[in-house]
């Protein structure tokens, strides 16, 4: 009997083996072919590089950082001050003033949306531009960079990690090529989102608190706030194509959704304004949440924006209403196996007084 109960502990530890032999096997048959699947030779190895780091920075060091040092309410102010002023240059400034000219800015404005937008990493306004353009113009369909219809990780982020072959030209942007602001930023944006997105806060954090508080800038008012508001931009390519109502428009994809109005700075009624891409407000109803055109609204009142375009409210009513129509009409035929087309509604724009 001694020898068998020697001999035990070595089956046990065989059975375990084979067990997890077994378990290899079928991990690898299920994840490896989807590995060999990945175009190693388009890989965008510096966007990569960039999202993934700050995303696993964020993810380890931060939570380190807390729990050796603790918390301090400098890098949180840092944080949200360095986040508003960044996001709305991106709301504001990228979306609403560079890519569908929604209003008109004096230098004041212009400038600090060009040098605090690119402390998002989220590329020059030429590139953001020239990309948001595309993806209105061919909304779902192959020709969008991140087109939904392709999957929500495409859209969220996928479309930044892989190349596009061939590279879509800049042929959409011709107005902003002639801008000397947008193309200085365009030659130092690099430069630029490093010296305000991480070198700032860094040494804020230093004078603060010596090399402690030097590194608590960067990861919280650095890395944490670059994470969370490009985050904040992807979501709105991927989530409010996939989930929300759609009020104003069927056509399309997007929705509108009150959840991400929220934490984007009111970017999240997506669906009006892909209906309405040269309005500047994203939240049409009075009570909407949309700080981004209240702010527009408010520095019109004091001249640095002026031109502010709204759709007219018929035009806006009409959507509704056609979109009503449509929905019940879909219901009462569904049966039949027919679907209504949704009218082509002119998008008319007028000039606010």
Not at 68 to 74: E, R
Not at 300 to 318: C, D, N, Q, Y
Request: proline fraction near 5%.
């Amino acid at each position: 009997m001694q020898p068998a109960l020697r001999r035990a502990p070595a089956v046990r530890n065989c059975e375990s083996f084979g067990g997890c032999l077994t378990d290899f096997k079928n991990w690898a048959t299920i994840f490896l072919p989807v590995i060999f699947r990945i175009p190693i030779d388009r890989i965008n190895w510096t966007n990569s590089a960039f999202l993934i780091g700050t995303f696993v920075l964020t993810l380890t060091a931060l939570p380190l950082y807390l729990w050796y040092f603790g918390v301090d309410w400098f890098h949180f102010a840092t944080f949200a001050v360095l986040s508003v002023a960044t996001g709305f240059s991106i709301t504001l400034g990228y979306h609403r003033l560079f890519s569908h000219a929604t209003f008109r800015a004096r230098l004041p404005v212009r400038l600090f949306v060009l040098i605090f937008g690119a402390a998002a990493f989220e590329n020059s306004v030429l590139m953001w531009a020239c990309d948001h353009r595309r993806h209105h113009k061919h909304v779902d369909h192959d020709e969008d960079p991140y087109d939904i219809s392709k999957g929500f990780f495409h859209a969220h982020i996928g479309w930044l990690l892989f190349k596009l072959w061939p590279e879509p030209p800049l042929d959409n942007v011709a107005d902003l090529q002639k801008d000397p602001l947008v193309m200085w930023q365009h030659r130092h944006i690099y430069l630029l989102g490093v010296l305000v997105s991480f070198v700032l806060p860094t040494l804020l954090g230093a004078l603060w608190d010596g090399w402690i508080g030097a590194l608590g800038g960067f990861l919280i008012g650095g890395v944490a706030k670059v994470v969370a508001l490009q985050h904040g931009t992807f979501l709105i390519n991927s989530a409010c194509h996939t989930f929300g109502r759609q009020p104003y428009s069927t056509r399309c994809s997007a929705r509108d959704s009150f959840f991400m109005a929220l934490f984007t700075f009111g970017e999240g009624y997506h669906n009006y304004h892909h209906e309405f891409q040269h309005d500047y407000r994203n939240g049409v109803k009075p009570w909407q949440w949309d700080p981004t055109k209240w702010l527009i609204w408010s520095f019109s009142k004091i001249g640095l924006t002026g031109g502010l375009r709204r759709a007219r409210a018929e035009l806006v009513s009409s959507s509704e209403a056609n979109v009503r129509k449509t929905v019940t009409s879909e219901t009462v035929t569904s049966k039949a196996g027919k679907t209504p087309n949704e009218p082509d509604l002119t998008r008319e724009i007028m000039q606010e007084s």
